[in-house]
């Protein structure tokens, strides 16, 4: 337990009021649905009363509405107080939640994502003149298809209830067969953004805040149905007045508050789901969507998007990003009268939806979806066989996975191998470390995913003061990407990664066995991680298995004839490299057009790793994000680089270009870019490469 990063203030020991110390909210877009819960449910597991206080204002901490309600944003200093017998613990446990954003997911922040103002023109394009509708992009991407307007019935509630003891209980029985639903739901989530959304939305079906208004209204003689409806219905009110604020993502929060509202409400009243059949290429427009709705579609026959509220941050934004489908929300109103089944063109990038768009649109994005739809095609009907250069120098074309399923996916897109499984997953979101047996499991699946043939490079556990885990006490630090990270954390704790090895290893023979230490900048961490892995697979009884190590700080990079003479192989992880190579967070909104692989600065770094690990007849790889960067590819190759580690979508492109390329015009390529000045000389070059190899 993290005791000592909490000061506590005892105001009276008698009542043990305990007030922890302030923290700055570091949470972008505030406590909002998921973080709000995560917090929620967490003081919820303590016996005491907890407030969580801003200033002179406090709200229940046990409460999600209570506390997405309280309009926190980024930089709100806030406080934990409680009173009790586990007080202590609690103010600890949460400040430290806090601290940590309540578990949410460092990403792009959605500010990122371009804002139109909601505004209908009369655009002439290509020389006709058609109703055009203005929003905000939410997810990118172009779809031509037919309007289906989404609209829910209204359901009837009568005011007056029967006996108080008998609403009740069928309250709870209504809020016992949502929670049923959801979890059902929950389990067959097409994406884990949207198993997130609904846990939430389980936090919410055990709010104290809804349930008592609600049991507050039965017992003044009100129906279960109107008591609930009307608690739901103020929450979300509340919630909802204060969009007014910057802040876009506070209008969510009624949003989440009514659809678990409308589930509860049905059960108690009966009503019937409107059943909604999606007609095929829908594009969908209404006035507002909860993550039940969109959960409910047939994904098959969805296009895309297209909502009056919400907006770049909302559910449906987020979810159709995971869907991989266009989105625009924040729409204006007229789009809801356009006629169910009128042709409609959703531009997810240009935040428009053009009604009625003139034959020659349409053609037109047709001409460039199906020309997208038929070079992948292509690519990938050559994506199983081996990439060769012209000159028949063979490339590994690998993918980056965090699971088995992953890994499937990967390999039904041409993936050879994988060249990096972030293990991260099994350790992050939960109160206790994984056992060995959970571990062993899981990177098993990953292993018979490949099968005995191919390659599986596990690296183990990467997390720090930028990626906290809520069982691992590593103190604040000033400066997380210079502090506890990567192997650093390994060698700190061994039993844990000690345990992660001896998982690892029980799937040595199921795939080729390759792993990894994230973060080395010394040979002495490199030696320590290794000796670590040696004595655990001497207990095992496990014969060597490949021994890398990531190259993502230039210390690393400079003395790589050093490594190479110790380690197996290496893998470049250019996300990181970069950063540290030149000094720029990766994830600094304002820094992010210059934090870029493709510096001089960084080539040179890739430049010296190969050189030092050929010396030494070691391979190298890479597995940060330059490695699906189509441009860069020819660079990569022509610098010594023989396995490329990519995301999914990108490998069947990825074995398209190498095939088309000699490594020696690569290599005059790569020794042309490495005297360049700067990235965007570096790109322009690359730019006029690509276009010479296009078909
Ligand atoms: C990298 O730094 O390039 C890398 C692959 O590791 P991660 O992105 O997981 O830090
Ligand atoms: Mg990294």
């Excluded at 003061?465 to 990270?485: H, I, Q, S, T, V």
């Excluded at 000699?662 to 700067?678: D, K, P, R, W």
């Amino acid at each position: 337990m993290p005791w000592g990063h909490t000061k506590i203030a005892m105001e009276t020991a008698e009542f043990q009021v305990l007030t922890g110390e302030p923290v700055p909210l570091p949470n972008s877009a505030g406590l909002h649905a998921r973080p709000a819960a995560r917090f929620a449910a967490t003081a919820k597991t303590y016996q005491c009363t907890i407030e969580l206080v801003r200033g002179v204002d406090h709200v229940n901490a046990k409460s999600v509405v209570g506390i997405m309600g309280f309009g926190t944003q980024m930089g709100d200093p806030l406080q934990v107080r409680a009173r009790g017998v586990d007080a202590v613990e609690a103010v600890t446990v949460l400040t430290d939640l806090l601290r940590k954003g309540c578990g949410e997911e460092s990403g792009p922040s959605p500010v990122a994502l371009q804002e139109y103002p909601a505004q209908v023109v009369c655009a002439t394009h290509f020389g006709a003149t058609v109703p055009s509708f203005q929003g905000v992009c939410a997810a990118p991407g172009q779809a031509v298809g037919v309007v289906v307007q989404f609209r829910r019935a209204g359901i009837e509630v009568s005011e007056v209830g029967g006996s108080p003891s008998l609403e009740r209980l069928q309250l709870h029985a209504a809020l016992d067969q949502a929670r049923g639903q959801i979890e059902t739901l929950q389990s067959a989530a097409g994406s884990a953004v949207q198993a997130k959304i609904l846990e939430a939305h389980l936090e919410l079906l055990q709010d104290p805040g809804l349930i008592d208004g609600a049991l507050h209204g039965i017992a003044i003689g009100k129906s279960a149905a109107w008591a609930w409806q009307a608690a739901c219905t103020a929450s979300a009110q509340h919630l909802e007045s204060l969009s007014g604020s910057s802040n876009a993502t506070l209008r969510e929060r009624g949003n989440d508050v009514r659809d678990v509202g409308r589930r509860v409400l049905m059960l108690l009243t009966g009503a019937v789901p409107t059943s909604f059949e999606l007609p095929d290429n829908a594009i969908v427009v209404a006035q507002e969507l909860t993550p039940s709705d969109t959960g409910a579609f047939d994904r098959s026959k969805l296009l895309g998007f297209c909502t009056i509220s919400g907006g770049a941050t909302s559910h449906v934004a987020i979810l159709a990003r995971s869907f991989g489908i266009p989105a625009v929300c924040s729409m204006d109103p007229r789009a809801l009268q356009i006629r169910n089944g009128t042709r409609v063109m959703l531009d997810g990038d240009q935040a428009r939806l053009l009604s009625e768009p003139t034959d020659a649109e349409v053609s037109l994005v047709e001409q460039q979806l199906s020309r997208k739809a038929l070079v992948h095609a292509q690519q990938l009907a050559t994506a199983q066989s081996l990439a060769m250069t012209k000159d028949g120098y063979t490339i590994e074309v690998a993918v980056n996975v965090r699971n088995a399923q992953d890994a499937q996916e990967g390999i039904a897109n041409g993936a050879d191998g994988v060249g990096l499984l972030r293990s991260e997953f099994l350790f992050d979101n939960r109160d206790s470390e994984p056992l060995e047996e959970e571990q062993a499991k899981a990177y098993a699946a990953v292993a018979d995913a490949l099968g005995p043939q191919r390659c599986l490079v596990v690296r183990t556990l990467d997390v720090g003061g930028d990626k906290p885990l809520r069982y691992l006490p590593l103190p604040p630090e000033e400066n997380p990407f210079l502090g506890m990270r990567g192997v650093r954390v390994g060698l700190e704790y061994p039993n844990l990664l000690r345990t992660q090895l001896r998982a690892i290893l029980r799937t040595a023979g199921r795939a080729r066995l390759h792993i990894m230490f994230p973060m080395v900048a010394t040979l002495e961490e490199f030696r320590a991680a290794r000796n670590i892995l040696q004595e655990e697979q001497d207990r095992l009884g496990i014969a060597p298995v490949q021994v890398g190590l990531m190259i993502e700080i230039p210390s690393a990079a400079v003395m790589s004839s050093q490594f190479a003479k110790e380690a197996d192989f290496f893998s470049i992880g250019t996300n990181d490299l970069t950063q540290y190579t030149l000094a720029m967070d990766r994830g600094h909104p304002k820094l992010a057009g210059k934090t870029d692989g493709l510096h001089p600065a960084v080539l040179k770094m890739i430049a010296l790793t190969c050189e030092g690990a050929k010396t030494h007849g070691k391979w190298v790889g890479v597995c940060g994000s330059l490695a699906s960067d189509l441009l860069a590819v020819p660079v990569l190759m022509g610098l010594g680089v023989t396995e490329l580690s990519a995301s999914v979508p990108v490998i069947p492109a990825i074995k398209t270009l190498v095939r088309r390329v000699s490594l020696q015009e690569c290599q005059q390529l790569a020794f042309e870019v490495l005297e360049m000045g700067t990235a965007a000389q570096v790109r322009e070059r690359l730019t006029a490469f690509s276009k010479t190899i296009e078909e």
